[in-house]
């Protein structure tokens, strides 16, 4: 059919991929053919799924045939399939206007339209909302199809849809939906949303161009667009996203997509296109960065299409989406479970109600492991796929619930997560006429739970300057009741931790600074509770451990230890060791507040208070005698007193907003401020005879650390930790300090696959180190610095049953720079 025109539009393919031709560009190839050699192309490209490039040359033939029913119909298909239905729908009714029986795609000289033509404008118009419209042509489709055509399952499934969307848009649920707006969203497409457990994380996939325009020359011939990236943000204390980017394993000529993470948001899943084969791979979050991928075993993945998966809080089961062999439709939900061994269990279809003869996809389970979120394009769907959720109650799931109308929409609505509590998600939308792109990504408020029977224990060990914890910090959550442990890491960037626990369990909790325990506390679950959050916040910096293991107080004033930020501190003469104290607010209608720990000096951070309404603090102790004689005082951020409170009854403090106390003390420090400022004047006057006096100037100490995944030697040259690093030192030299730098490769004692030894890969660790640091050095002073290389092979020794135990060697997996 295209041996006129099979050459040139290949190279123009060719060239799209690597320079995207301008529009001028393409019309000069066009007009060197004829019309039939276009419109054998065009055909050919939508038969092969080319549907960007088969677009262009049937608007390039419209310009001079606008009114062809054909052309307008191979234009509206072109549209139909890359989700542009607003742009398809007039090129659709023009098609519609000649519609005859006999149709052959390839005949160029046809001036009409077939009868399929109904339901792709009837589906068009079904998401843009015009259902009057989309149900006549939904029955015209059906009335004038032949008997087996596909579309007519459609059409008569269309109808099905839009009686539902009747019904739920006529009877809203309260839910509130927010865009997340272009911090997140951004003209492109995103979608597959995944956040962890607090809500800190948010994990999704996006088709956008990045920051750096590193995937710019690979496009998509079939979509037209950027392949797929896993991007990530992180939110802070204050409630604020990062900016999100683009995850370390990404890779620009090809599409990975976000899956889920793990309740504490360590492990993120992802799908990759291993060919036309998709599969399930699993990566380790490290502070901000990440593993290589790891294929899951073929328990889970096989020859057919695994697309979804969505685990278990205590990562015992996981629920997954395929079409292979044994499904009730297209693709289904299936699950595994974790045997006593550690092996994974065969799959098991979860069958009805949870599947059908439709498809089913994008799984979520909820934190209390049996509420079970998924999507589904069937007759209780609103249109495309919807959310629906179901409940595991005795081994039984009960029979799906469509979550209603404005959460899902006529449109594709899918990939639904949410936080522990239920009531926050995040799901990606096409919601008509909204967003900044395909499908952008939402958050969810909604007026309801479906989960049931969840304490999260959640909080953060914090620095009083900001500075990052220690990289040896380790929780241990001993389960009591059940006689089982489970060890956790805080994340590094922000201190926070987030754990599940059982209803109707006893706990103890215990910190680890190396070996040695800083602090820990027992707890005791509620049998009756659907949802508990307990908060725990603990100061580690004003604790030291010597290197025994003892436990110290770091020197200095202690009101000075928490560094320009306003806080509390309780108070008792006869007692200078506060341990195992926490203290619980209230608000005067009693309403819970916050619960933090304090710290071993009585001293606990300070939270935005509703200052004009009363804030009761409730002492929380083991011996009822701690709280005699105790007070409780508020201090500035400059360690100035600002107001004392003693008890109202036993234990108990209330506080209340002192304005005048406020203004005295404000007073106060503009009386200080200006008597600084004559000093420094003063200062100022007597420095010229001080400058043959002036001690050398003294530098911050600093150093790098970073850890890298099985085989790999190289840090990425858009590494923040790196670059940041680099500009310090770099600062250090030309404000003239003189340094000798250490450069530290080490290999865990895994056996590599990809170099002669474990002991080249540590060696190579520390030039390619070496090497970034002369780069960024270039044009300083050679005598300023000297570099040295070393590198090493350390941990325990690889055997097949450690294999889980990535975290044993991931801590030998390193380069380290030490300035001295």
Same mark, same amino acid.
């Given at each position: ?10 190279? +123009? ?18 007009? /060197? ?6 419109f054998?192309a =065009? ?9 960007v ?17 054909n ?34 795609p390839?005949?160029?000289?046809? $001036? ?6 109904y339901?792709?404008l009837?589906d068009?118009?079904?998401k ?8 006549k ?15 007519? !399952? ?22 509130e ?39 710019? /020359? ?5 979509t @037209?667009?950027?392949? #797929?990236?896993?991007?990530? !943000? ?13 995850i ?8 990975? !997509? ?5 309740? $504490? =948001? ?9 060919d ?6 699993? %990566? ?14 073929? #328990? ?23 079409d292979?062999? @044994? ?40 934190? $209390?492991?049996?509420?079970?979120y ?16 179901? &409940?595991?109650?005795?081994? +039984? ?10 959460l ?10 949410? *936080?522990?509590?239920?009531?926050? =998600? ?5 919601r ?15 007026p309801k ?14 620095? %009083? ?22 060890k956790?890491?805080?994340? &590094? ?20 600074? =190396? ?23 603990i ?8 290197g ?11 009101n000075? &230890?928490?560094? @320009? ?42 939270? #935005? ?34 107001q ?10 209330e506080?209340?907003?002192?304005k ?39 530098f911050?100490?600093?150093g ?8 790999k030697?190289?840090?990425? %040259?858009?590494?923040?930790? *790196?670059?940041?690093?680099?500009? /310090? ?7 003239? &300090?003189?340094?000798?730098?250490? +450069?530290h ?19 190579l ?11 960024a050095l ?7 610095? *000297?570099?040295?290389?070393e590198?090493? +092979? ?27």
């Amino acid at each position: 059919m295209m041996k006129y025109f099979i050459i040139p539009i290949m190279l +123009v393919l060719s060239q799209l991929a690597y320079s995207q031709l301008t529009e001028e560009e393409y019309r000069a190839e066009f007009e /060197k053919a004829s019309f039939n050699e276009l419109f054998d192309a =065009g055909s050919s490209l939508m038969e092969d799924n080319f549907h960007v490039e088969a677009k262009r040359i049937w608007l390039y033939l419209l310009e001079k045939d606008s009114l062809n029913s054909n052309l307008n119909y191979k234009a509206g298909v072109c549209y139909y399939i890359l989700k542009e239905y607003d742009a398809a729908i007039p090129h659709l009714k023009i098609a519609t206007n000649k519609i005859k029986k006999g149709y052959i795609p390839y005949v160029p000289n046809f $001036d009409f339209a077939p009868h399929d033509t109904y339901f792709y404008l009837a589906d068009c118009q079904h998401k843009a909302e015009d259902l009057d419209d989309a149900k006549k042509n939904f029955n015209l489709a059906i009335t004038s199809l032949k008997n087996g055509n596909p579309m007519i !399952a459609k059409s008569e499934l269309g109808l099905k849809q839009i009686a539902v969307a009747e019904k739920m848009m006529a009877n809203p649920i309260g839910y509130e939906i927010q865009n997340m707006g272009d911090l997140i969203n951004s003209p492109y497409a995103e979608h597959s949303p995944s956040v962890s457990l607090d809500g800190t994380s948010i994990f999704f996939t996006t088709n956008r161009l990045r920051k750096d325009s590193s995937n710019l /020359k690979y496009i998509s011939p079939q979509t @037209g667009g950027y392949f #797929e990236d896993i991007y990530v !943000a992180f939110k802070d204390r204050n409630g604020n996203w990062s900016e999100p980017r683009p995850i370390d394993f990404s890779r620009a000529n090809r599409n990975e !997509a976000s899956i889920t993470s793990s309740a $504490d =948001g360590q492990l993120v899943y992802v799908y990759q296109d291993d060919d036309g084969d998709g599969n399930i791979y699993v %990566s380790e979050v490290y502070d901000t960065t990440f593993s290589t991928l790891d294929k899951f075993p073929e #328990e889970l993945n096989s020859k057919y299409w695994e697309t979804h998966c969505t685990v278990t809080p205590d990562g015992n089961t996981i629920y997954f989406v395929s079409d292979r062999k @044994g499904t009730m439709g297209g693709q289904d939900i299936w699950r595994i479970t974790k045997l006593p061994n550690g092996e994974w269990s065969k799959a098991l279809n979860l069958g009805e109600p949870i599947n059908s003869a439709a498809d089913q996809t994008a799984p979520f389970i909820g934190a $209390d492991s049996k509420t079970l979120y998924f999507c589904a394009n069937n007759e209780n769907s609103m249109g495309g796929f919807d959310i629906f959720v179901s &409940r595991l109650e005795d081994g +039984v799931w009960s029979e799906p619930e469509n979550m209603g109308y404005p959460l899902n929409t006529v449109g594709d609505d899918y990939f639904y997560t949410t *936080t522990a509590d239920g009531l926050t =998600g995040y799901y990606a939308s096409e919601r008509h006429n909204e967003g900044y792109g395909e499908t952008d990504i939402y958050q969810i408020t909604s007026p309801k739970s479906f989960i049931n029977g969840v304490a999260i224990f959640k909080g953060y060990i914090m620095t %009083s300057d900001g500075s990052m914890i220690p990289e040896n910090l380790l929780i241990k959550v001993t389960n009591n009741t059940t006689n089982t442990e489970k060890k956790y890491k805080p994340r &590094r960037r922000d201190g926070g931790y987030v754990l599940d626990l059982l209803p109707c369990n006893n706990y103890t909790i215990s910190y680890f600074k =190396g070996e040695e325990t800083f602090y820990s506390l027992d707890l005791d679950i509620d049998c009756n509770t659907a949802y508990q959050e307990i908060h725990k916040e603990i100061l580690l910096d004003l604790i030291e451990l010597t290197g025994s293991g003892e436990i110290i107080a770091k020197a200095g004033d202690l009101n000075a &230890r928490i560094v @320009g930020e306003k806080h509390w501190q309780l108070k008792k003469i006869d007692l200078d060791n506060f341990d195992n104290v926490s203290v619980k607010a209230y608000d005067e209608d009693d309403k819970f507040l916050f619960e933090s720990i304090v710290n071993k000096f009585g001293q606990f951070k300070y939270k #935005e208070l509703d200052l004009d309404r009363k804030t009761i603090f409730e002492i929380i102790h083991h011996d009822d005698a701690l709280c005699e004689g105790l007070v409780l005082d508020l201090y500035d951020a400059n360690g100035n007193l600002v107001q004392e409170f003693e008890q109202e009854d036993m234990c108990t403090f209330e506080f209340s907003f002192n304005k005048d106390v406020a203004n005295n003390n404000n007073n106060n420090n503009n009386n200080n401020n200006n008597n600084n400022n004559n000093n420094n004047n003063n200062n100022n006057n007597n420095s010229n005879n001080n400058n043959n006096n002036q001690t050398p100037k003294t530098f911050k100490e600093i150093g790098l650390k970073i850890y890298f995944g099985y085989n790999k030697n190289n840090v990425p %040259s858009n590494d923040s930790q *790196t670059s940041a690093f680099l500009s /310090k030192l770099k600062k250090q030299l030309q404000e003239g &300090r003189t340094v000798s730098i250490v +450069v530290h490769g080490n290999a865990s004692k895994v056996p590599t696959t990809k170099y002669s030894s474990d002991t080249e890969l540590a060696r190579l660790r520390a030039e390619n180190m070496k090497g970034k640091i002369e780069a960024a050095l270039k044009g300083i002073d050679p005598s300023k610095y *000297t570099i040295v290389t070393e590198s090493d +092979v350390t941990g325990p020794v690889f055997s097949e049953s450690m294999k889980a135990a990535r975290s044993e060697y991931y801590q030998h997996q390193y380069v380290e720079v030490i300035v001295k």
